[in-house]
């Protein structure tokens, strides 16, 4: 199946610094990209919806200036934790869809935040 | 949104045991799609479901996209100790909007 890669698994970062997580579809192209958060033992929360060469569509309650989406070309969406802060360590998770509105959904491999 | 009821949350199971969850729906879906994750990972997908009333396998597992398009199944036959994480369905409704079940989280004994 397609492969979606992100970068990195893992950063530790200190308090009011930025963050910027990387997700690429690596044997496809996606015109539309997906970042997720996910608590520990929770399922999915879908953080916005990534659109290439326009403006991320946010979820209710995401702030915007807060998560930066930045979806620059076809294979690559890149989310930046703003000023992060303890709260916002988490599991973040991209997916990206093979095909345009339809096919299979997939997902990279997460990116977990510490915030100090 | 709609939401997904995925049950159960948990199972501790045997072992060679068979495994059964289902995902339910007050609202009709028109792809489900079944995933599992596993710690500190990204979930991968398992088996994708197009049409009402489609069966259809993957090895061990098993999943139906219910006739009234509300629903899902997925079983597991004969489960290993590497069958361990947690099981989410997912419903599209239409463009992009996709919706996650709670997920069930399976442990397996040996």
């Known amino acids: 199946g397609a492969v979606v890669s992100q970068h990195p698994s893992r950063v530790i970062c200190k308090s009011g610094t930025s963050v910027k997580i990387e997700c690429r579809s690596l044997?496809?192209?996606?015109?539309?990209m997906f970042w997720y958060r996910q608590f520990p033992k929770q399922s999915l929360m879908l953080m916005a919806t990534?659109?290439?060469?326009?403006?991320?569509?946010?979820e209710q309650g995401v702030e915007k200036d807060k998560f930066l989406i930045n979806h620059a070309s076809l294979t690559l969406s890149t989310l930046t934790v703003t000023s992060a802060h303890p709260e916002d360590s988490s599991f973040y998770i991209c997916?990206?869809?093979?095909?345009?509105?339809?096919?299979?959904?997939?997902f990279g491999e997460g990116s977990r935040l510490t915030v100090l | 949104g709609q939401q997904l009821n995925q049950s159960p949350q948990s199972m501790f199971i045997q072992e060679g045991e068979d495994v059964s969850m289902n995902c339910t729906s007050s609202?009709?879906?028109?792809?489900w799609l079944w995933y599992k994750q596993e710690p500190g990972e990204g979930p991968v997908l398992l088996i994708a479901l197009y049409k009402a009333g489609e069966l259809t396998s993957n090895g061990r597992l098993t999943a139906q996209f219910g006739i009234t398009r509300k629903d899902s199944f997925l079983n597991i036959s004969a489960s290993i100790p590497s069958d361990v994480g947690i099981y989410f369905c997912?419903?599209?409704?239409?463009?992009?909007?996709?919706?996650f079940g709670a997920g069930t989280r399976l442990t397996v004994k040996p």
């Open positions: 990534s659109n290439e060469g326009s403006k991320a569509t946010y």
């Open positions: 609202s009709i879906f028109n792809t």
């Open positions: 044997d496809f192209q996606a015109t539309t």
């Open positions: 997912a419903g599209q409704v239409r463009n992009n909007d996709m919706r």
């Open positions: 997916s990206a869809r093979s095909g345009r509105y339809t096919g299979e959904l997939f």
